[in-house]
């Protein structure tokens, strides 16, 4: 489902006071800022401001690194099942609000446009962050692929770099982001392949995603329709010689 405004601003709104409660050491504090700056950039993302959003999350980015980096806390185990893991949902989609067509108007293709909101994990002993930092690198790619679209600008290789590494990081591991991760990855991936006439590569992905939504997922209608819809897109036929 969609997230309302309301429920996108209060979910950053909680998650901005937990930089700052709660948090002993610089290693937890560091990790809860990573996360306050990303769920800055999907609010900037979700009201089109996608400059200001690619910027947050590139601070999220740099900030997540450095937690990893950071000795865990010491102190008296505690059973893992005791700890809450990080959870994410979508933001709101910025394309009602800018009033856009859902479809790309430069080649009728789909783009899901909703960012990753992010709940911390309390578990202040583990410094991996794998989901996070996936989710933060898709919410990064995501930002300069609609800036790049609007813009018609150089920022689309950006997009597509950000997506192979969140799509990289993500399968490395055990990440547990989303149902629609996997499908967001693969549809902005082969779109962008798609807008930038590599036509192999868009369509391998667009396969790839055909095969997810054989799967038992529950999607809002308009996401289905334009995964959907890009999994049957073809190459262009070749020009006739003159």
């Known amino acids: 489902k969609h997230l309302h405004k309301t429920t996108t601003t209060l979910q950053h709104n909680t ?20 996360i306050a700056f990303n769920n800055q950039g999907a609010l900037h993302l979700s009201h089109g401001r996608f400059l200001n959003a690619a910027k947050s999350f590139h601070s999220a980015l740099d900030t997540i690194k450095a937690s990893m980096d950071e000795p865990c806390k010491q102190e008296e185990e505690e059973p893992l099942q005791n700890y809450k893991k990080a959870s994410f949902e979508w933001s709101e989609d910025p394309t009602p609000r800018l009033k856009l067509d859902v479809m790309d108007e430069q080649d009728d293709t789909f783009v899901f446009r909703r960012a990753l909101v992010i709940t911390p994990s309390d578990n202040v002993h583990d410094n991996e962050h794998v989901s996070e930092s996936a989710a933060i690198l898709y919410n990064l790619a995501l930002a300069y692929h609609l800036y790049g679209m609007e813009s018609k600008s150089r ?9 192979e590494l969140a799509f990289g990081l993500y399968h490395s591991g055990e990440g547990d982001i989303h149902d629609l991760f996997d499908l967001a990855l693969l549809n902005n991936l082969g779109q962008i392949h798609h807008l930038v006439l590599d036509f192999t590569k868009s369509e391998q992905c667009f396969i790839h995603l055909n095969q997810e939504l054989q799967q038992s997922i529950v999607m809002d209608k308009r996401d289905y329709m334009g995964f959907l819809l890009n999994t049957t897109l073809q190459a262009p036929s070749a020009a006739p010689c003159a």
């Open 155 to 163: 920022f689309l290789p950006t997009a597509l770099r950000f997506y």
């Open 15 to 34: 998650i901005q006071k937990k930089t700052t409660m709660d948090h002993s050491t610089t290693s937890s504090s560091t990790y809860a800022n990573a």
